[in-house]
Structures are given as C-alpha cells and as structure tokens.
C-alpha cells in the first residue's frame, strides 16, 4: 500500500466524525501533523468528539474560525480499504457514514492514553520467612521463567490470596511492575499440525488452501452435513491464511458457541485468539481492536461486529453456520453480515468460507451461478452416521388436550433411556405457553406497548412479551372480566413440554435449554457442557439447540411441532423450516452410536416435510428456487421494506399513502410499490407500525432509487423511517 498522505501542521483537513451530523467537518492539523485516515479527537460545540481524517480540507469556511484538532489518538490510522468497505456498506445498506464509522469504532476508551496494569515476576530476594503459601508463588514463578503474571492470574495460580503475592513484594522476592495493559496476543503455533484429515477433508483443505495462495478475492461454499469435519477443514485454512502473515477472522452465529471453538483453536495451535462479541469485558474490546489494527492479532473469533475491525491485512472470513438469522442485524444498522464478509473480501483481497450444513438459498444459487465456489462433504467423521429420519403422523395418535408428546415418541423415548442414551425434545417457543386466555369471558392477554400476546413464563412466574421484553406478574384475575382463576394456558411452550415430560418420565433428569433460563453466557455454557456429559437424561431445547453443540450421547431428536414454521407467509417459510429440521436432527448420533430424527406432523405429505424426510436437499433447493425464480423473488429479484412507526396510529398511514402516490423513481427502474399495510406486528413498543415494499428486477439500482424516492420526503414529528434492503423477516 502507498504510504498514506500526510498533512503538516495547520494545513485543512476534512474530519468524518461519529456525530449524525449529514457532513463532514475542516479542521486544522494539530502540531506534528497528521496522516491521512489517522483517529482523532475533535471539539464539537462544547464537546470532544472521536473522528477520522477523512481527506483533505474543503476550505470552504473562514480559516480563522476553524479550530485545530485537539489530538491524534495512538492508533493505527484507518486504512483505504476499511474507509471504502464503510463507505461502501453505507450506500449498500442506505446506511449514513456517520453510523458507519460508529460500528467501526465500537471499542471504548480508545481516546485514553494507553492504560497501564500492574504485573508480577520473579525477584532476587530471599523472603526472611517461608509459608506453603509464599513457597507455592515462587514456584509458580520459576516454572514460567521470567514471564510476568497479573496478581490475580499468580495468586489463583498459586491457589492462594493477593496478599501472600503483595508480602513477597514488600520482601523483594517478587517484583511489581507497570505494563501497558493493551498487549499483543500470544502468537500462535502455525507448526503444529491439526488432526489427520480424511480423503473429503483434505480435498476441501486442499482447495481453501490454493484460494489463500492466490491472494485475491474468492467466495467459497463449504457445505457439509453436521459432524463432517467443516470446523477442522476451515481451520486448515486459517492456517495457511496466518503462515501467509494475513489475519483471519472466524464469525460465529451465537456467543454459547465461542468457548467451544476457542478450546478448540487453543488446542490447534497452542493459544487463544482475540474475541470479538457482546460478552468480552470494555478492556478487551480496547486490546482486540488496537492490535487488530497493530497486526498484534493473528486470528479473532467474533459476532458480525467484528466485520468492521480495523484489520491490518485480512485475508480470510469465515462465517460459520452461514445461513443463520442472527447474522441479520435487525436492529440499528441493518446489514446482513454474510453479505458484507463478502463486500469486505472483494475490496481487501481476501478468501471468504461460508460453511454450513444447509445453506441459505441465495448462497446455493450464487454456488449455482458459478459466482461462489461450491465444495461438498458427504460424510460425517469416524462412525457416526446421519440420523434416520421419519415423521409420526399426529393424525393417528391419540392424543389428550393439552398433552404434545405422542405415544408413539414416547415409546422412543423410553427406550433410549434404557440404554442409558440421550433424547432431545425439541420445540422453538420459550416459555410455558404461548397464549393465556381467560376462559370465562374469552380475553386473550396482550402487551399493552405491542400487538403481540403476553406468554406465561412459569419459572419466572411472569408474563412476558418477546416483542419487547416487557414483563409483568402472573395476574390472579382475568385484566378484563376480573374473574378469579379463569386464566389457561393455550399451546406448548418448553416449560410446559419440561412438565409433561416430567409426570411421564418420573425417574428422568430432564434438563431444559432455552436462552432465558440461564442467567448469563456463562451458565448456559456450563448448562450445555453438565448436558454433555450425560447429565440428563432428557433435553428439552428451543432452537438455541440446533447450533453447533456436540452431545455424544444424544441419540432420539423428538421434533415436537414440525409444522410450527410452516405457518405464516414469510417468504422463508419453508426454507427455515427445512434447516432447522434438518439442524435439529443432526444433533442425533454424533458419535459411535446410531441417532433417529421423528417429526410430529399434522401434515406429513407438505412437500416441506416431505423433502426434510427424504433428505434430498439438492431437489429441495431445485423446487425452491423454481418457485421463487417465478415469482421474482429473492434471489432472483429483490426486495426493500420500509417501515414506517409513529405513536399516532393514523399517521404512518397517512405518510405512507403519500410516498406511494409518488412513486415514480421506484417505476422508473421496474420496480413495484406494495402497501402501505398494516406490519404483521402492528405496534411495538407502543408505535404504530405501517410497512410497504419495494420488488425490483435483480439487476436494477434498487438503493439509488430508493435514495431518489425518498429524498423530497419530509418526516412528520415522532415518525419514524427505516429501510431494510434485503429484509430476512416480515414482522
Ligand atoms: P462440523 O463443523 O462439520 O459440524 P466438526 O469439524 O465439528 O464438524 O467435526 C465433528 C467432530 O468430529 C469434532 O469433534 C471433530 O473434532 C471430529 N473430527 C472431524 N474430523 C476429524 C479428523 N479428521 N480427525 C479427528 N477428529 C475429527
Ligand atoms: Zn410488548
């Protein structure tokens, strides 16, 4: 890369600042200049605010009132590649740059002077008095040669209090020492080996392999069904990225899932990566980004944020479990981030792996269109083999009212028990039920903020509404007739599923994972390891259980509502149905042990269940992309929604009449207006929601458009607009 341009000091520079500001600002180079991309503190009004040098100056203001740039931040100055990436995920996602260079800069304190921590190593005195405490420290000490510790990390390594570590430094045997707090990450070992691959795997390994060497951008679909080895695979390729001297970067769909693959990487290549998610302390978010962007950091495992690092040369993301919704951000900016990987890839040069075991539709059709490289892996690693899969026809089982586990998978149950073999019931509701109704005057209970119902947490003994958290007591009286112990529940919830799994299976551990039971990450880890390990007998689990955890011993997945997701009209109905199904069922028999996958259906000839059951995934893609190739639908066509939300119940309607009658830009490209209509969840948090939608032919400028369209728009008060390219879900 060139050096970047440099502007000495009191020469105009323009500053892109994290305020929504709509422009950018001149300010003059601060005493010892500064670099073209270089972070820096800028005063705003009264304020100081985090800004990037962004070009040179326009001059177009009165050069005597422009004020100085308070300071250059320590840091490495953004790189050309990184500004293009935001610039150009802003007008992709109709995104301001100003909140752009937020998610970039989402690391605090990175204005402080560099902070300083104390640390622990050997001294060369000899404590007048020795204890089992002070002896245990030393040795802790010499063992690691001159490494220094934090006092925590040397006391609990020495399994003793701070203050034996403080006595020994008042003797000289241990000495304290500042050092900056934000230090590189150990490297890691690219010598050793990874395991010994299989023939499938080595050709895949193989191939990501000579993506890296080429040095240029690629896309690659790994497809491989659950237990393949996909994980081992894309870490040879991490590999080979890291022996390059490039960095790579690992998303991950869900944070449970991070301590599973860190264990790993550790175990690969001898240390831990940087870590890049909600859970990680203030202080680590600080070390990751600095030494991202100082090459002090090799590899990072993250949730999709970590896109907008600044790394200093990256040359491979892999996004893991690539067809997950959480890689869709749904609130703030609303990027997809196994998109942007991509966006990202193209303009820094790097290979991106997009591996799963049931690819979202648009990545099999880009595979398809020759765009992304395609490799397959058929079979699963040692002896475990795929679930046989099968449906109970819920049609012919007798079932009493308010009971969800047929006889029949009762009976399957029952015998995996016996063997001393996991089950796992599955259903994706949280909660003990998910309609509460009043039997004497018929009210169903609902949020008073949403249009959405309240579900009964029993646990908690609390209603509350997933649309918007909140939460209120159990009432003991209906909120509408008043009447006393009328209140029932409607429908299956895991809580409720826990329960009548409990009165069948008296002598059963039933363990229950669902996000909300545990108190912290922490929890639901240790939770998912005790499960593990065989400490339970029955696992009762939402979809968080679909994700990548390994059980050895699970052998029976009991799909409890197969058809839940084929209800609604969302456009991905059925392709969320057919991965989850086919994600669920793939927890079964990952060991040496055979596993089965029964759906309980209601409609077990839907070409859905159908196509899950057979497991002729190539037809079922074939037929959905026919279907949605007819109707111009993604991906053969495109889609933006706009919603619009304003606590007056009239006025997004309203509006959004207005900006329907105009809409000639949208015509002007081929594209169709749909509503305004009432969004399927008419009203969150207390704000009336209208949506329209716009259906453009694939090709056509859909965001210029759009931007065209709604340029003359004034917002009334309190509306609100949002656009969503590429929406993932309809609500
Ligand atoms: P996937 O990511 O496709 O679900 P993983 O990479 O997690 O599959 O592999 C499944 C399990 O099999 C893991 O425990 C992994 O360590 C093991 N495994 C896969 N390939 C090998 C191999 N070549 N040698 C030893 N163990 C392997
Ligand atoms: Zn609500």
């Excluded at 020795?130 to 220094?148: H, K, P, S």
């Excluded at 639908?633 to 009449?657: C, E, K, N």
């Excluded at 000639?664 to 399927?680: K, N, S, V």
Aim: aromatic share 6%.
């Amino acid at each position: 890369m060139d050096q970047p341009e440099f502007f000495a000091e009191g020469a105009l520079v323009n500053v892109l600042t994290t305020q929504p500001l709509d422009r950018t600002l001149d300010y003059r180079a601060p005493e010892g200049g500064c670099a073209q991309g270089a972070y820096v503190q800028v005063p705003l009004g009264p304020r100081q605010v985090l800004g990037v040098v962004w070009g040179p100056g326009r001059g177009d203001f009165d050069y005597a009132k422009i004020r100085p740039v308070t300071r250059v931040l320590n840091v490495a100055p953004m790189r050309d590649e990184l500004r293009e990436f935001l610039i150009r995920a802003g007008e992709y996602t109709l995104t301001p740059i100003d909140s752009m260079l937020r998610l970039a800069t989402r690391a605090p304190g990175l204005s402080d002077p560099p902070s300083m921590q104390k640390v622990y190593r050997l001294g060369d005195q000899t404590p007048d008095r020795m204890t089992d405490a002070r002896t245990r420290v030393l040795a802790v000490l010499e063992e690691y040669g001159g490494l220094a510790f934090t006092l925590k990390e040397l006391a609990d390594m020495a399994g003793t209090s701070s203050s034996v570590v403080k006595g020994l430094v008042t003797q000289g045997a241990v000495l304290e020492e500042a050092t900056p707090r934000d230090t590189p990450y150990p490297a890691l070992d690219l010598d050793r080996s990874g395991k010994p691959l299989t023939g499938d795997q080595e050709n895949a390994a193989t191939r990501l392999r000579a993506g890296l060497q080429s040095e240029s951008y690629g896309t690659t679909l790994l497809r491989g069904v659950t237990g393949s080895g996909k994980t081992e695979v894309y870490l040879e390729a991490v590999a080979e990225c890291l022996k390059l001297g490039r960095q790579a970067l690992v998303l991950l769909p869900e944070i449970a899932l991070t301590a599973e693959f860190l264990t790993r990487v550790e175990a690969r290549f001898g240390a831990r990566p940087a870590e890049w998610h909600s859970g990680v302390t203030m202080t680590e978010r600080r070390r990751a980004w600095k030494m991202v962007g100082q090459g002090g950091a090799q590899l990072v495992v993250g949730a999709r944020s970590a896109l907008f690092l600044p790394f200093r040369d990256l040359g491979l993301i892999v996004v893991d479990e690539e067809h997950d919704n959480s890689y869709k951000q749904e609130d703030g900016s609303l990027y997809n981030a196994r998109d942007m990987a991509v966006l990202r890839a193209a303009i820094c040069g790097a290979r991106v792996v997009l591996a799963s075991a049931t690819p979202s539709l648009e990545s099999w059709a880009n595979a398809e269109a020759g765009k992304y490289e395609r490799i397959d892996m058929t079979d699963r690693f040692g002896p475990a083999i795929l679930p046989d899969m099968s449906a109970i026809d819920m049609r012919s089982e007798a079932m009493s009212s308010g009971k969800w586990i047929s006889p029949s998978l009762q009976g399957e149950v029952r015998q995996r028990m016996e063997k001393g073999e996991q089950a796992l019931l599955f259903l994706n509701r949280r909660g003990y039920a998910p309609v509460t109704l009043c039997r004497a005057c018929g009210e169903q209970i609902e949020c008073e903020h949403c249009s959405a119902s309240m579900v009964e947490h029993r646990f908690l003994k609390r209603l509350v509404c997933h649309q918007c958290g909140e939460s209120r007591p159990m009432p003991e009286k209906c909120p509408s007739c008043e009447a006393e112990g009328t209140l029932a529940p409607i429908g299956p919830g895991v809580e409720r599923l826990a329960e009548e799994a409990a009165e069948l299976f008296p002598d059963a551990r039933i363990a229950t994972l669902s996000s909300d039971l545990f108190g912290s990450a922490r929890a639901l880890k240790a939770g998912i390891e005790a499960i593990a390990q065989g400490g339970a007998d029955i696992i009762i689990g939402t979809q968080l259980v679909a994700k990548g955890h390994n059980f050895p011993l699970l052998t029976l997945v009991g799909v409890i509502d197969a058809d839940l997701g084929l209800q609604g009209s969302d456009l991905r109905a059925a392709e969320r149905t057919f991965q989850l199904m086919r994600q669920v069922a793939g927890r079964a028999g990952r060991s040496e042990r055979k596993g089965a996958a029964l759906l309980q259906t209601y409609q077990p000839e839907h070409p859905v269940i159908r196509a899950i059951l057979d497991g002729d995934e190539e037809s079922f893609w074939q037929a959905e992309a026919d279907q949605r190739r007819a109707a111009g639908m993604p991906p053969y066509g495109r889609l933006a929604g706009i919603i619009l939300s304003s606590p007056d119940p009239q006025a997004p309607f309203q509006f959004g009449t207005t900006l329907a009658r105009h809409d000639g830009p949208l015509r002007e490209i081929g594209a169709q207006l749909f509503g305004p209509a009432a969004a399927p969840i008419a009203r969150i948090r207390g704000r009336h929601r209208v949506r329209l939608l716009v259906k453009a032919p694939k090709g056509a400028p859909l965001q210029q458009a759009i931007t065209k369209w709604l340029a003359p728009a004034r917002l009334p008060k309190d509306m609100r607009l949002a656009v969503d390219i590429d929406p993932q879900s309809f609500y």
